[in-house]
């Protein structure tokens, strides 16, 4: 991993770091992260591009890997259905 050194206001760098902490994450993470989601060419299938508002809230929100969501929306589906 290769190391990048930013100059940035120390109110921001507080700022970060407290959100960092209540995300239970680090300052470089976030970063990390940020970039990763403003650098990404997000398309879906047959190559339509996402909207701007759309690629800034994809990945943000973080789902348990342990939970089958698709087998939860069936169940709530089915019992919505029938």
Request: glycine share 2%; hydrophobic share 40%.
């Amino acid at each position: 991993m290769d190391t990048l050194t930013l100059n940035i206001d120390q109110n921001v760098i507080k700022k970060a770091e407290v959100y960092a902490k209540n995300a239970n994450t680090t300052v470089p993470k976030l970063i990390e992260e940020y970039l990763l989601s403003i650098s990404s060419n997000i398309e879906v299938d047959n190559n339509i591009s996402l909207g701007p508002i759309t690629k800034q809230l994809a990945g943000i929100i973080k789902l348990n890997k342990d939970i089958n969501h698709k087998e939860i929306l069936t169940d709530a589906l089915m019992e919505k259905y029938s």
